[in-house]
């Protein structure tokens, strides 16, 4: 069984400080973890992914996410927000080289950036 | 350029009628899905099909029927029994084998309103 947690249901920034969103996750073995981000009436767009290989993992538009095993997190940051970046993000588990069909979806985080 | 359409982005429906919602995918997956999503939630997922004429119901099936004829193509009717179907929906596709098989691709989604 796996599960996913979003800390956080709503973030707030001001643009240009960092953006801290949480993630944790549960899971009987060491799972794949992604984030996505989804704009207004959007679809979901893949920002990144983990599959075992380096803990961190860059992704795109300067977001980057950690692998912690010991504290089952997989928290996504940026040094410096931008207006662009407003949008709901959600994070993602699977099993490890698991189908697409395991996918288990966080409830999202709303990242507001402040001017 | 490789990708998934959805159409239409809004579609109306009346009482008791059912509509049919279109997804086609030139990325030459095996695989698609359908989600729901209800605001200030995660991804509910409908039905998904992971070969040509074979599909399998997700975790809410109820009222909603699919087909799968082509490889490219996976269209979603919302039938008269979903008694609440306005929400956004999003189809997607992913690989059944090799290394990106976790990672599922998005549509830009429909928004089903009712009259």
């Known amino acids: 069984a796996q599960s996913v947690t979003q800390l956080d249901s709503h973030v707030s920034v001001s643009e240009g400080t960092p953006v801290l969103l949480r993630c944790n996750y549960s899971s009987s073995y060491s799972p794949s973890l992604f984030w996505y981000v989804q704009h207004p009436n959007k679809g979901l767009q893949l920002l990144l992914k983990y599959t075992s290989a380096a803990t961190l993992v860059k992704g795109i538009n300067g977001f980057e996410a950690e692998f912690k095993k010991s504290e089952t997190s997989f928290h996504l940051t940026k040094p410096s927000a931008h207006m662009s970046d407003a949008a709901e993000y959600f994070c993602v588990v699977s099993p490890p080289s698991g189908s697409a069909r395991q996918l288990t979806f966080g409830s999202g985080t709303q990242l507001t950036v402040l001017p | 350029d490789g990708g998934i359409t959805q159409s239409p982005k809004y579609l109306f429906r009346k009482e008791g009628q059912n509509v049919t919602l279109s997804c086609e995918q030139n990325?030459?997956?095996?695989?698609m899905y359908w989600y729901r999503q209800d605001p200030g939630q995660g991804l509910r997922l409908i039905y998904y099909s992971q070969i040509v004429n074979d599909f399998q119901k997700g975790d809410i099936a109820e009222g909603y029927s699919v087909s799968r004829e082509k490889k490219e193509s996976f269209p979603l009717t919302v039938t008269s029994a979903q008694k609440n179907p306005t929400a956004f929906y999003l189809c997607?596709?992913?690989?059944?084998?090799?290394?990106?098989?976790?990672?599922?691709?998005f549509g830009p989604g429909t928004r089903l309103l009712v009259l």
């Open positions: 990325l030459n997956h095996d695989a």
């Open positions: 997607a596709s992913s690989r059944t084998g090799g290394a990106d098989q976790e990672t599922q691709y």
